[in-house]
């Protein structure tokens, strides 16, 4: 009898409540498993080669892990290497899954290398954004460890190139010059001095003559 009423009781309870009470979701603990990102060398410019390498540190054990790489620069000629599992690449975004991974100190942490050349022609003050996720069963993508870096472009990424040669007006080297005027100086100089010696010379004739016909004595020329 008694245990009619208690029970009628619950049921009244809950109607006035508005229905059953639904029990609080217990959070699920959280995962030892951080991933590790290093970019060598950081701050790549455009046209320069770039290593991005991640780890994972942590003492869990994930099931079916995923690393999702993403940057914001174009890289070209990528390679994607993963100890274990493997690797899809694009220009821009590297997806490597590594199985189950188990995470304890003194076992080799998994290691993602990813390589490639950074595309030239990001203006300068251009972000670049490297990011990398970790998921697995246990982290789901919206609860998804992250690791990332950044840089701005400082300059500009065009080929220097050199200017155009203008050309030069042909010069006259004035020695030369010189040397050919000099003979013809001298050459006037020469026939001037020759033409005043032969006036001289008759304007001293023409006073001997002069004078031997006035004193009459014979003329010694």
Known sequence: ????????????MAAVMGGVPTPTP????????????TSTPFGALPGQQVTHTVTIAGTATLVAARITFTTTAD???VTARAQPGWCAVT?????????????ASGSPAP???ITGRVRPGAAP?????NRVGLTSEQVPENEAQI???AYLVPGSTATPIDPPVEPQAATVDPTPARSMRVPTVLAVVVAGLAAAGAVVTRRRLRRRRAEGVTTGRPDPM
Request: aromatic share 0%; with cysteine; glycine share 6%.
């Open 91 to 103: 220009a821009r975004e590297v997806v490597c899954d590594l199985g189950d991974v188990r995470l």
């Open 111 to 113: 290691r993602i290398t």
């Open 147 to 149: 690791a990332s870096n």
């Open 1 to 12: 009898m008694g245990e009619a009423v208690a029970a009628s009781a619950v049921a009244i």
């Open 26 to 37: 217990t959070p699920s603990p959280r995962v030892d498993a951080t991933p590790v990102l």
């Open 75 to 77: 890289l070209e000629t």
């Open 125 to 129: 003050g251009t972000v670049v954004r």
